[in-house]
């Protein structure tokens, strides 16, 4: 293991003699598996003990820029406040650019606002889109490390992408309709809100590809982007319903719920299967309600957490990389909704 410190010093954390960490640093014999284990340990105490006095003080100011309807800007303020705190000793403050209705082109004027304030790192839910993309790399070349949240933008000079695995979750969605629909006939209706935000777009093809193996006889009608509004989806969804009377099941992948819910109610009727994502305040309302079957939701706080140390880790305070693993995705129900929501 390399490390900047003495025997003596491993001596005295670990509680051996020198002579037994000279074995182990050195890998000879005469050691018990045990002690050497011992001694390994100590130096990674050491290790972590120093990385927290260097970081005591350390202050990051971070943008949090999101194109989104409020209820998910929302839920990302409230998970990166309460997240703060375990940061510590590093101090973090935050400035949040957050939109409903955004356009692209004003949302790479605010990246490039904040590139010539100035900022520790920028978590990013954009559109993929040109535009968005240029500014993310001027960011980069400025040396501000941009990570993406929940939706990617692969193709851009972004550090990291922090989330679940989108279109994982569109065949786990294909899958529960599927089963809970079983032999009923009727279609399915897909929502999105924005067709270039590449999240979406991802749980809509896996979706899609999910569905062709698991239920091919099944008709999927996919509804124009929404924007994750209420009034839009209401709008949207009520012309499918007059359209496509047989419409039996939703799979809401860019929200607006309750317009999805008030379209079905003015139809005099209510779908048999309804999912969706994240556990927005009304959603958990539709859920306990019985109206939607089941959410699928991934931990924002762990994600956003994680998105503060990759900006550390690119700033050096932090020496290990991180893993890239994807969010752990949930399916809630009624059921099991996390305590304390």
């Known amino acids: 293991m390399a490390h900047p410190y003495s025997v003596r010093e491993i001596a005295r954390q670990a509680g051996v003699s020198d002579a037994t960490v ?55 303020k409230d998970a990166l406040e309460s997240v703060l705190p375990l940061l510590r000793p590093a101090v973090f403050r935050a400035r949040f650019h957050l939109h409903e209705q955004w356009n692209a082109e004003e949302c790479a004027a ?119 509004l209420d009034q839009t989806t209401l709008r949207l969804m009520g012309e499918a319903l007059d359209a496509h009377p047989d419409v039996s099941a939703v799979y809401s992948i860019g929200g607006g719920n309750a317009g999805i819910i008030q379209a079905f109610e003015a139809a005099g009727r209510k779908p048999h299967v309804f999912i969706g994502h994240d556990l927005a305040p009304d959603n958990i309302a539709l859920l306990r309600s019985g109206t939607m079957s089941a959410l ?10 994680r ?10 305070a932090l020496p290990e990389a991180d893993a890239g693993h994807a969010s752990q995705i949930e399916v809630i129900t009624p059921f099991n909704i996390p305590h304390g929501i």
Not at 33 to 40: D, E, F, K, W
Not at 307 to 316: D, E, L, N
Request: proline content about 5%.
């Open 22 to 76: 000279d074995r182990v640093l050195h890998n000879r014999p005469g050691v018990r598996q045990s002690t050497a284990g011992q001694v390994r340990q100590a130096i990674r105490d050491m290790e972590a003990q120093r990385l927290q006095l260097e970081l005591t003080g350390r202050r990051f100011m971070i943008d949090v820029v999101a194109d989104a309807p409020m209820r998910f800007t929302t839920s990302v």
């Open 110 to 228: 605010e990246l490039d606002r904040i590139g010539k304030r100035g900022s520790h790192g920028v978590i990013l839910k954009a559109p993929d889109v040109p535009v968005v993309r240029a500014a993310v790399s001027r960011l980069a070349e400025g040396g501000i490390p941009i990570v993406t949240l929940v939706t990617d933008l692969p193709a851009s000079s972004r550090v990291a992408y922090v989330g679940m695995d989108n279109r994982s979750a569109g065949a786990t969605a294909a899958y529960l309709i599927h089963q809970w629909l079983g032999m009923s006939p009727g279609a399915v209706a897909v929502t999105v809100s924005n067709d270039f935000f590449r999240g979406e777009e991802e749980r809509e093809m896996g979706f899609r590809s999910a569905m062709r193996s698991v239920d091919p006889g099944r008709a999927v009608l996919y509804l124009p982007a929404s924007d994750g």
């Open 296 to 305: 699928l939701h991934h931990d924002l706080k762990q994600d956003i957490q």
């Open 307 to 316: 998105c503060c140390r990759i900006i550390m880790h690119a700033h050096g």
